[in-house]
């Protein structure tokens, strides 16, 4: 289910705010690609709000089978479907609500020629030309790692790339290119965009991209409801939007 009006969220937002007699810590836990959103907006939200995020952030996969495990969480901030799961089995309160969509993008080491990426022939091109090639490891529940291995098989390269595959378990994969231990990464666009010593490339060609909605949802035993709830209408409020598409990232659909 999603929250519509934006009007809800600024309402919300200031009951939430008349009601914080007492300063408390907001337990969040989020995918990836949120991240970076989530902690930029940290500094104005306890400073506005006298809260404290407390943020830990993992792949979609390891927050389900955490949650799911009964860890404390007062908002989750995951893909949809995660989100619907975990409301399925109880361990998240029920209000599902859509914060933003992402894609998957591509970035270099800085200085390096830029690849044409604009076809699916040239990124194939790419990407057998590539001696070594980061992205997130779908063992551990990384939306993208998953997506990409898919991809692979189906542009019929899975065999001439598996080799050269440099997987990261959590976090940006642009890292091991900055720091000259993968030539290419590829990974959803708000977890590379910005990471210092690379440069980004750009999505992926339209045919082949994958767009991931990421969600928010109290935890079914969520301590902090009041703040909780202000974080999201933060997170949906109009002010967050270009800072949104700084980070590679859309506003969901209201």
């Known amino acids: 289910m999603q929250i519509a009006h934006p009007f809800f969220f600024a309402a ?16 969040v836990l989020t995918a990836g690609a949120m991240k970076e959103m989530i902690l930029a907006l940290a500094p104005d939200f306890e400073r506005t709000t006298g809260h404290k ?17 009964g860890e404390a969480v007062d908002l989750a901030v995951i893909t949809a479907p995660v989100i619907d799961a975990l409301i399925g089995k109880g361990k ?7 914060l933003a969509t992402v894609g998957i993008g591509v970035v270099v080491k800085e200085g390096a020629p830029l690849p044409d990426i604009s076809s ?6 790419l990407l057998l030309a590539a001696k070594s090639v980061a992205h997130v490891d779908p063992a551990s529940g990384g939306t993208s790692g998953i997506y990409l291995t898919g ?17 990261v378990h959590g976090g940006s994969s642009a890292l ?3 720091k000259g231990e993968a030539e290419i990464a590829i990974q959803q666009i708000s977890e590379i965009i910005a990471v210092p010593g690379v440069i980004f490339v750009g999505p992926l060609p339209t045919e082949i991209q994958d767009t991931t909605t990421y969600s928010a949802a109290l935890g079914a ?26 980070k590679g990232m859309k506003p969901a659909a209201p």
Do not use: C, W
Not at 92 to 98: C, E, S, T
Not at 120 to 125: G, H, Q, S, T, V
Not at 223 to 245: F, G, H, M, P
């Open 12 to 27: 919300l937002f200031s009951l939430a705010l008349s009601q914080a007699a007492v300063a408390v810590e907001v337990r």
């Open 92 to 98: 998240l309160a029920p209000g599902r609500v859509d």
């Open 120 to 125: 699916i022939e040239a990124f194939k091109r």
């Open 151 to 167: 991809l692979y098989r189906r542009l019929g390269i899975a065999d001439q790339i598996t080799p050269k595959l440099v997987l």
């Open 221 to 246: 035993h969520a301590k902090e409801r009041d703040a909780a709830n202000a974080l999201i209408a933060l997170l949906r409020s109009a002010q967050t939007v270009s800072l949104l598409r700084s």
């Open 176 to 178: 091991l290119v900055a």
């Open 53 to 69: 995020v407390m943020l830990d952030n993992d792949t979609a996969g390891g927050l389900s089978r955490r949650i799911e495990g």
